[in-house]
């Protein structure tokens, strides 16, 4: 049992961050992890069932596939009812000017099956795909599964486990879904200007820094106020966003930020003290594309923020780059 334990811990990096592509939910993926182990210790305990597996790391990939496949069936339903815009739970982590870190865990086997910055917005588009094909999608272009084991899983032929995973990937790609291709030192030169604009209160300089098709989203899990829908177009982003972010001028010295990194991309982490003494805290993610915020995402829902670091002391508004 010891040799599966250590065989098991040397892919627990990876299934995690292909858990969370699947899942949006980090405490969800770690969870679909877990039980990925209890049914891998149950099944393989024994020495001479373990030798019938050839592969191991497939072999862990489709089973924490089927056990997402659960969750994000039941999830759907549960985000039917959800009360306004849905956003993934945010992985925030220090961000550090200067060449580009993993930015999504610090352990290596993570970084491994990171060929492509993760990003909020990916995030995002990946709700708009079916259960099945999220998890055919995440099988085979993270872990490379075969697709005749991913069809056995899914209970389709190789036919359909293929068209599943290909629609998959146009959804992805489609022309309305935001485009996130800048490195981090061009991020933090557009948020930079992002920030400058918003303090300025000048709706035509913000504009400049939105793509015309710029989309903001905000999750308040129905325990703040945001859009019900998503806001689009620079024009209206941009005025939404002045009302927004311009009340932190008015806030003083109640406001803090710093800059983050939100799922491995830049993205800025808020505390509001309000007069009252509540405490509300905010991460918003950026999609950057050609120079330009093709994508705002606004995660208010403290729900979804309990793993959030603490800002530290050199925190304020606007923050420091």
């Not at 405490?279 to 093709?294: E, P």
Request: aromatic share 6%.
């Amino acid at each position: 049992m010891g040799e599966l334990v250590d065989e098991f811990e040397a892919e627990r990096g990876r299934l995690t961050a292909a858990a969370y592509r699947m899942l949006g939910s980090r405490s969800e993926a770690e969870d679909a992890v877990q039980e990925t182990w209890l049914r891998c210790a149950g099944a393989l305990g024994d020495p001479a069932e373990r030798a019938k597996v050839r592969n191991l790391a497939a072999w862990l990939a489709t089973t924490c596939g089927r056990i997402c496949l659960d969750v994000l069936r039941s999830a759907r339903v549960r985000r039917e009812s959800y009360p306004g815009q849905w956003l993934p739970e945010p992985l925030v982590g220090p961000y550090h000017p200067g060449p580009a870190p993993d930015g999504f865990a610090p352990d290596p086997a993570e970084r491994a099956v990171r060929a492509d910055r993760l990003g909020t917005a990916l995030l995002v588009v990946l709700e708009r795909l079916s259960p099945e094909q999220r998890v055919a999608l995440v099988l085979h272009d993270v872990f490379a599964v075969p697709f005749d084991e991913i069809a056995g899983m899914l209970g389709v032929t190789v036919v359909a486990a293929r068209q599943l995973a290909s629609r998959a990937r146009r959804a992805i790609t489609a022309p309305d879904a935001p485009r996130h291709t800048a490195d981090l030192a061009e991020q933090r030169r557009v948020v930079a200007a992002f920030v400058a604009a918003t303090q300025s209160g000048e709706l035509a300089e913000l504009v400049r820094v939105l793509a015309p098709d710029v989309v903001l989203i905000g999750d308040g899990g129905g325990h703040f106020p945001a859009a019900r829908r998503p806001v689009t177009g620079a024009d209206a982003v941009g005025r939404f966003t002045l009302g927004l972010f311009g009340q932190a001028g008015r806030y003083g010295g109640r406001v803090r930020a710093r800059p983050v990194l939100v799922d491995g991309s830049l993205g800025l982490q808020f505390e509001i003290a309000h007069p009252d003494g509540r405490r509300q805290r905010l991460v918003t993610a950026f999609a950057v594309h050609d120079g330009r915020i093709t994508g705002i995402f606004n995660q208010l829902n403290p729900d979804k923020l309990t793993r959030l670091p603490d800002l530290g002391a050199g925190a304020e508004w606007p923050p420091r780059w």
